[in-house]
């Protein structure tokens, strides 16, 4: 737990009193822990793995709010407020999650200040990055959205090669979908414009990116 950045501050006597009530469940790829407007209020915490926030509409779609990895948290906002899940989240490969529940929760936040202020910096870090994203689905059109999030990773994940360009895995089609609020089809047309412009190509699996590029 100590790792978790969530409870870095905390007493060896307040880690004891978590892990006590914390109960630890394993989670296949592909599988739902929770459904948007689901009546539940526990707090999760990736302990390995990850999992996707998102939105679904009936046909299927999706709208991916947030992908969360390890020592990252979710759940938080019905655990706040009591109300049903703003979103579903479901596991992009297996995992393992630590779950806690409200009160429990809500007692140590009670006792401890720097959980509260961890909480915080989180949330406020999800609020900037949906910001974000409404600002792209609102003003810029598909190709611009893509090449944002593409240029987005490369920021975080990206290598850079000899002759200068950011080198990132392959992002499929789909996830490019579902992180743009593009359809497929407006994604395969927006990728053919980018690399006939010369601003992405593809390579052995690799997406290459000239990092001079502005949106
Ligand atoms: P909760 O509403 O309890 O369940 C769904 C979870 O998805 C939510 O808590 C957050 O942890 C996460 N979530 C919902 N909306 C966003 C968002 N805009 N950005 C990041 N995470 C979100």
């Known amino acids: 737990l100590k790792e978790m ?6 007493s060896d006597e307040h880690l004891l009193l978590i892990s006590k009530g914390f109960s630890i469940n394993k989670v296949k790829e592909g599988k739902f822990i929770f459904y948007q407007s689901e009546e539940s209020t526990d707090l999760y915490i990736i302990l390995d793995g990850a999992v996707k926030a998102c939105l679904l509409d009936p046909e299927g779609k999706e709208l991916i709010l947030n992908i969360f990895k390890k020592g990252d948290f ?3 906002l019905s655990l706040l407020d009591g109300k049903p899940r703003s979103a579903t989240v479901i596991a992009l490969k297996d995992s393992v999650v630590g779950i806690l529940k409200r009160e429990q929760f809500l007692t ?4 401890n200040p720097m959980i509260a202020i961890s909480l915080l910096s989180a949330l406020v ?6 910001d974000e994203m409404l600002g792209a689905m609102a003003f810029l059109d598909v190709s611009r959205r893509i090449l944002k999030y593409i240029l987005n990773i490369a920021q975080k994940e990206g290598e850079k ?14 996830e490019l979908a579902s992180c743009t609020g593009a359809s497929r089809e407006a994604v395969t047309k927006a990728l053919k414009i980018l690399k006939f412009k010369g601003i992405i190509f593809e390579k052995n699996g690799h997406f290459f990116i000239s990092p001079d590029i502005e949106i």
């Open 5 to 10: 950045p969530i409870f870095q501050n905390l």
């Open 161 to 174: 090669t000899e002759e200068g360009y950011i080198k990132i895995n392959k992002i499929t089609h789909r």
């Open 74 to 76: 979710f759940g938080e």
């Open 108 to 111: 140590l936040l009670k006792n």
């Open 125 to 130: 870090e999800r609020i900037r990055m949906t």
